[in-house]
């Protein structure tokens, strides 16, 4: 790949892995600051359920204080009459812990000393009988209660009944909610295993499934045990990584997409990649015949920039339409006779340009100089879109704005998933799941869409072939080493127009350094006419600057023996929080 096409790919490709660095770290960030209240950083809910139909439940809580001092946690359980929950056992860190239990139709455990107070993370072992979890012949629990006022960064649940379980539902989310759990899996006939990751306050997990006379026998595996493991950091690790790295393959993948769909027409009807195209081109020293500098420059670039129309104002000056006067302060001037060929752009910016006075300082802000400017770039633009000379495709312009407007639109939507169900994803360290995963490749495929759709002005055959004889002229200019005896008029407008002014703007300065002043070192230069691209600049900013679902609550939701469904339509539940 050579020039023009190369450097901008290789841009591209340097905004494109940014891009993509910065989506993983928003994720990495809504995972950061989900982290900074209280939370309960891991939750293992078990329950074993009996022949007589109750159901021993064990409940393993990593809870952390963020650096608050709290006497302890509480924790509710709404039941359906008074001995429904009994035999009740806490512990904190492995060791006995005071507790006590308030209320009849809620159970409410206040676990910790009134005396004393702990910070940091702890964990606490609560073990309960409740009465049943549904019916005799339906398995519904709410093993996650709606009403936790902290958020629960990672579920695991376990079930083992002495009986066959069939039709097993596991559901994750707000009161009511039927979104499925993150993972769910039935290892033998009468164990179920489920587990979810980012439950918000106020979110709640319930399981349900249908008993059956064969199968069953299954026991709990076994709960964690020790001090509360600092599992957060790993997760954060990995789930960027996974993040980062499905942006990065949604990003390749479009921008491949999209380099295929905008391959140019090239004669004898095939298509070639621009990068392969240019591959093919050597410099040359004639400028292309049917285009102007500015025309040349749009053709490369596919769009009207500001040195194509620093490179027409040029280009205007030599054929006689104005003047460039003034080495230290230059100043644009009316001609003194009008040529006859001026086309209807050169008159109407012209026009504009010297309408109330025939002298343009660039020095400083001119209003004629903003309206002229502002009705060039119309005019160059216009000259662009309407395609006379038949250079593009029909159609490939649309499909730029297209490409462009879709991606930024799947940018702003995957970056807006991310920052609802990054934080749960990173904690459970299942961020390649969906959502997550989609926010990233919607954010990552939407930003290549918006750098690379410029790939998509695919150009006719002879608007290939032109593009060829502007590129081979560019490669001349950019290697050009001294400009005496040519015409400085002429390599001055293309150099500006093609983007190679960085190359004569250092001749000129080396020429002034040698001898003094451009035109003492280098007899017949156009002094006039760099000092005009070295001060476009200031007039030119100063033109553009001049135009300017609500949750609910299973307190009271005991399962009614009903075949209700979604989350809070089981026994159990309730929540809890610190005090």
Same mark, same amino acid.
């Given at each position: ?18 891009? =993509?660095?910065? /989506? ?36 393993? /809580? ?10 302890? /946690? ?6 359906? !009459? ?12 492995? *060791? ?8 009849? =139709? ?140 499905? &942006?990065?393959?949604?990003?390749? =993948? ?51 920039? !500001?040195?194509?129309? =620093? ?52 020095? !400083? ?30 159609? &490939? ?18 970056? /807006? ?7 749960? *994803? ?45 590129? &081979? ?19 001055? &407008? ?18 002034? !350094? ?6 003492? *070192? ?58």
């Amino acid at each position: 790949m050579a020039g023009s096409v190369a450097r901008r790919r290789k841009k591209d490709a340097l905004w494109l892995v940014t891009g =993509v660095l910065l /989506i993983g770290l928003v994720g990495l960030l809504v995972g950061l600051l989900a982290q900074t209240g209280e939370q309960v950083a891991r939750m293992w809910v078990g329950a074993e359920v009996r022949t007589d139909g109750s159901a021993r439940i064990t409940e393993v /809580i990593d809870y952390d204080f963020a650096g608050n001092d709290k006497h302890g /946690i509480f924790r509710t359980v709404p039941l359906d !009459k008074r001995g429904d929950l009994r035999d009740v056992s806490i512990t904190m860190d492995g *060791a006995e812990v005071p507790f006590r239990l308030n209320g009849s =139709v809620v159970t409410k455990m206040m676990i910790g000393d009134a005396a004393s107070t702990v910070t940091g993370t702890h964990r606490y072992r609560i073990e309960y009988t409740l009465r049943t979890l549904g019916n005799p012949e339906r398995l519904a629990w709410d093993a996650v209660g709606t009403e936790w006022e902290v958020p629960i960064r990672r579920v695991e649940v376990h079930v083992a009944t002495p009986y066959g379980l069939r039709s097993v539902q596991c559901n994750a989310g707000s009161y009511g909610s039927e979104d499925p759990c993150a993972t769910m899996r039935q290892p033998r006939p009468g164990q179920l295993d489920a587990g979810h990751g980012g439950l918000d306050k106020g979110q709640g997990l319930t399981v349900y499934g249908e008993f059956t006379a064969s199968g069953g026998g299954a026991t709990l595996p076994e709960p964690p045990t020790g001090p509360a493991t600092a599992e957060s950091e790993g997760h954060l690790a990995q789930g960027w990584l996974w993040i980062t790295g499905i &942006a990065l393959v949604a990003a390749l =993948v479009i921008a491949e997409l999209l380099r295929l769909a905008g391959r140019q027409h090239v004669r004898g009807g095939r298509r070639m990649d621009l990068g392969k195209l240019a591959g093919t081109v050597q410099p040359s020293s004639v400028p292309p015949a049917e285009l102007g500098a500015a025309q040349a420059g749009i053709l490369l670039t596919g769009q009207v920039r !500001k040195n194509h129309l =620093v490179a027409w104002l040029l280009g205007a000056a030599m054929d006689g339409h104005l003047r460039v006067t003034g080495a230290t302060r230059p100043v644009l001037r009316r001609a003194m006779e009008e040529p006859g060929n001026a086309d209807e752009l050169t008159e109407r910016v012209v026009g504009t340009l010297f309408a109330r006075n025939p002298d343009v300082s660039l020095r !400083k802000y001119n209003k004629n100089f903003a309206e002229a400017w502002h009705e060039l770039e119309s005019g160059l633009n216009d000259w662009r879109l309407s395609d006379d000379m038949e250079l593009w495709v029909p159609g &490939a312009e649309r499909a730029r704005r297209v490409a462009l407007i879709a991606g930024v639109l799947a940018a702003v939507a995957g970056v /807006i998933v991310l920052i609802f169900t990054a934080d749960g *994803a990173l904690e459970s360290g299942t961020a390649w799941r969906t959502p997550t995963a989609v926010g990233a490749a919607l954010a990552g495929g939407g930003l290549a869409a918006v750098l690379r759709s410029w790939e998509l002005r695919a150009r006719t055959a002879r608007g290939s072939e032109l593009w060829c004889q502007a590129e &081979a002229y560019r490669l001349y200019l950019a290697g050009l080493e001294g400009w005496d005896g040519r015409d400085e008029d002429l390599l001055t &407008a293309w150099a500006a127009g093609l983007g190679e002014t960085t190359s004569w703007t250092i001749e000129a300065e080396r020429a002034t !350094k040698q001898g003094g002043s451009a035109r003492q *070192a280098q007899p017949g230069y156009l002094h006039d006419r760099w000092k005009l691209g070295l001060h476009l600049p200031m007039a030119v900013d100063s033109a553009r600057s001049s135009s300017g679902s609500s949750a609910g609550s299973s307190s009271s939701s005991s399962y009614s023996g009903s075949s209700s469904s979604g989350v809070g339509g089981g026994s159990g539940g309730g929540g809890g929080g610190s005090w």
